[in-house]
């Protein structure tokens, strides 16, 4: 089976199973103390995948990763999962259950890298003009610095992407010179 086609299908299971309890967004904030679980320790995926942990400490692992408070919806999943013995696909449940609430809820997901920090003014300006753009969406903001753009910026919005660096400058100069 694919790997992507697993975990969808429990997100959406989880997803339609907070929707009935009205917990689509506390769970929504559990996934993403999860997701960031994952990326903060690389290692969670290689014990969760280890079939000498015993399963109480994997729900610990699981319960600890979500945060502090954690719904009953999600420790009901954490069993479920453990039961089925999926507890190794939890990453890619996370995403994918955040991805479906971004969905039903017209949240974007938009990531500012810049090549050097700009002033809050600039980012202010920024983050008006990506809003006028994508009226009637819920904005969730990522900045970063990457030196490696020389200057200027380049935003990502969902899979939309502008591009206003040096270092982009110079490979369309490139490719120019190239193809001439």
Request: proline share 3%.
């Amino acid at each position: 089976m694919d790997n992507g086609l697993i975990p969808r299908r429990y997100a959406k299971a989880l997803y339609k199973f907070a929707d009935e309890h009205g917990s689509t967004q506390k769970v929504y904030e559990e996934m993403g103390h999860v997701v960031a679980a994952f990326a903060a320790n690389p290692e969670l995926q290689k014990t969760l995948a280890n079939p000498f942990v015993s399963r109480d400490d994997k729900a610990k692992l699981l319960k600890a990763a979500a945060g502090e408070a954690v719904e009953n919806d999600y420790l009901g999943f954490i069993r479920m999962l453990l039961d089925m013995k999926r507890e190794d696909y939890m990453q890619l449940i996370a995403l994918s259950y955040q991805d479906l609430y971004r969905d039903a809820n017209r949240i974007s997901r938009v990531r500012i890298a810049t090549a050097a920090a700009l002033p809050e003014t600039e980012m202010r300006k920024l983050r008006k003009m990506i809003e006028t753009s994508f009226p009637g969406r819920t904005l969730e903001y990522t900045e970063t610095v990457d030196p490696s753009l020389i200057g200027g910026f380049v935003i990502d919005v969902d899979d939309a992407r502008m591009d206003a660096s040096i270092s982009n400058e110079i490979e369309q100069l490139r490719l120019n010179l190239i193809s001439k």
